[in-house]
């Protein structure tokens, strides 16, 4: 060993035994992502309108979730979506982080024809 890579044994030494230490902190930031029910994209939903069938509504985005009668021939159908996601956040013993987020798409229909849709 020459004098200049004598200081640096030492330090090298220090840096291998707080490599595994390092490792287990990248290797705990996996995120977990979970989702249930119909999500309607925007685009999808942009091309329905009002005056559109009962049909063309279950062509374009699949059986809703629910169906809720209002009388006088008005329903209103959904498709409603959970999205959640957990990350580690690489602190050993620290909470994950986590998110969720619901929405739904509504349509009204009067008789078979849509009247109205949003979202909730």
Same mark, same amino acid.
């Given at each position: 060993?020459?004098? /200049? $890579?004598?200081? /640096? ?32 994209? =925007? =685009? ?7 005056? *559109?069938?009962?049909?063309?509504? /279950? ?8 169906? =809720? ?5 008005? *329903? ?7 999205? $959640? ?22 349509? *009204? ?12």
């Amino acid at each position: 060993m020459n004098s /200049l $890579s004598r200081p /640096l044994a030492p330090l090298l030494l220090i840096l291998l035994a707080l490599a595994p230490i390092g490792a287990g902190c990248v290797a705990g930031t996996g995120t977990r992502l979970t989702f249930s029910g119909k999500s309607i994209d =925007d =685009d999808v939903m942009r091309r329905l309108a009002p005056g *559109e069938s009962k049909e063309f509504v /279950l062509t374009l985005f699949g059986p809703p979730s629910s169906k =809720d009668p209002r009388g006088r021939g008005s *329903e209103v159908w959904k498709w409603s979506y959970h999205e $959640s996601s957990s990350r580690q956040n690489g602190l050993p013993g620290a909470a994950p982080i986590e998110r969720a987020r619901d929405g739904a798409v509504n349509v *009204e229909f009067e008789g078979r024809t849509v009247v109205r849709i949003w979202r909730s």
